[in-house]
């Protein structure tokens, strides 16, 4: 799998845990769209967070969520942490 594949391939689980939590579909999500303008609540990082555990092995801490406010923004840095 090549680098722009593993980006696009853990963009697009990401968008669906996003919207999962947001109860939103999917496809209307902006991955450039701060998620604070979604109205995410600190449940909502809560639950991202073990979503994102669960799905990536990877443990982020809430402040690595509000740090990396867009899809695209916590997308490469799953990345970079070997997220596939």
Known sequence: MTD???DITVAGRLTSLVAEQL??????LDRGRSLGEYGITSVIVAGLAGDIEEEFGIAVDLDVIRDHPTINAMS?????????
């Open 23 to 28: 109860e939103i579909a999917p496809e209307s």
């Open 4 to 6: 722009k594949t593993a």
């Open 76 to 84: 490469q840095l799953l990345c970079d942490q070997g997220a596939m």
